[in-house]
């Protein structure tokens, strides 16, 4: 019996790491799309309404926002659709935690830039 509760708490170990490394990268990710929006699309965070654009899974919300659609967003940006989530544009995970994440860091990097 205690050897399965050994196993259950290094399980629940990983999966923490995991967590954190996912968040950590979402992170970045959001950082290097709002520089790239810096560039492209001066002002954008005076123009996005976080409480407007909250993800759903599929990510598309911001960019949808800011260009009136995803696939104009990527033409203006010059990106493909696969570079998308290392921009923090989009998850390439199917998760509602995560998309509750990139909420949260999206709004910060938007309040950031308007201090």
Known sequence: MQFRAQKSSVEVSLFAARMVFQC??????????????????????????????????TGESLLSHLYGTFDLALERLQLRADVAPTLGFTLDVQDAW??????????????????
């Open 24 to 57: 950590e990268y979402l992170a970045q990710a959001v950082r290097r799309g709002a520089s790239l929006l810096d560039k492209h699309y001066p002002g954008w965070e005076h123009i996005a309404i976080p409480e407007q654009f909250l993800l759903s899974c």
């Open 98 to 115: 995560m998309a509750g994440i990139w909420n949260v860091l999206w709004k910060q990097e938007i309040n950031h830039r308007r201090e």
